[in-house]
């Protein structure tokens, strides 16, 4: 992929860890609003955020949502039962990944984080 469209730019981000607050569409709300601060991003709409509400496998609880941005989006994936995140920052431009690291271990009281850029 890395000769694939060079002169559009694209830079990727995985981050997934074991979390130590309670998740809830306020807080979904609230780390959407601080990444986006802290990497100076721009949303150009609200965060949408779904809850299966009881549907589905019980492991499976949580929360989906995404926040679009003016250079892309960021979708984070929340499994409230086992308290894990996964999350994807994805833009069409540069951000600060150790930053990304630090305010997402931060927020989420996360004691192992990994990650991935690609």
């Not at 949502?65 to 960021?74: E, M, N």
């Amino acid at each position: 992929m890395k000769g694939l469209a060079p002169d559009i730019t694209r830079q990727r981000l995985l981050i997934e860890g074991f979390y130590s607050i309670k998740a809830s569409k306020k807080v979904i709300e609230g780390y959407f609003l601080e990444i986006t601060k802290a990497l100076n991003l721009r949303m150009y709409g609200k965060p949408i955020i779904f809850s299966p509400g009881g549907e589905g496998k019980e492991e499976n609880q949580g929360y989906d949502a995404f926040v679009p941005l003016i250079d892309s989006g960021i979708s984070l994936y929340v499994w409230s039962n086992a308290k894990f995140i996964s999350l994807i920052i994805y833009t069409c431009k540069s951000f600060d990944e150790k930053e990304a690291v630090k305010v997402t271990k931060e927020f989420w009281k996360i004691k192992t984080i990994e990650f991935s850029s690609f």
